[in-house]
């Protein structure tokens, strides 16, 4: 069992930066696919940012140059620098893993919710114009 607690969320103008995190817990390999999700307001969930169990990181063609992943093994968290935020990048980010072994990070960035085994409870982020 996996708990993860995102935080980080807030609002910020246009052109602002925001870094979340993800710390999970209850799980004694750090050794899998993680990634961050957002929900749009009325738009399906959709991975932004993922990392496979290899260490590998794909973005969102959106976000591509602007954010950036990172994961600190030591402190089971998981990380998402956001620079030159625009208005759509609002909405709720969440912070997903899966144990399944070899997960690429495509496979993660690609899931639904039904494709990654635990989720967090979100986190805010709000753009304004």
């Known amino acids: 069992q996996v708990q993860l607690a995102e935080s980080g969320g807030g609002s910020v103008q246009a052109g602002g930066s925001l870094t979340l995190s993800c710390v999970a817990s209850?799980?004694?390999?750090?050794?899998?696919?993680m990634g961050w999700f957002l929900q749009a307001p009325g738009k399906e969930r959709e991975g932004v940012a993922a990392?496979?169990?290899?260490?590998?990181?794909r973005y969102a063609d959106s976000v591509k140059g602007r954010f950036t992943l990172s994961k600190d093994n030591t402190k089971n968290t998981l990380y998402l620098q956001m620079n030159s935020l625009k208005p759509e990048d609002t909405g709720m980010y969440y912070c997903?893993?899966?144990?399944?072994?070899?997960?690429?990070?495509?496979?993660?960035?690609?899931?639904?919710?039904?494709?990654?085994?635990?989720w967090g409870k979100g986190t805010l982020v709000f753009i304004s114009s």
């Open positions: 997903a893993a899966d144990l399944a072994f070899g997960m690429s990070a495509e496979e993660a960035l690609g899931a639904n919710y039904f494709g990654m085994d635990y």
């Open positions: 209850g799980y004694t390999d750090s050794n899998y696919a």
């Open positions: 990392i496979g169990t290899d260490g590998t990181v």
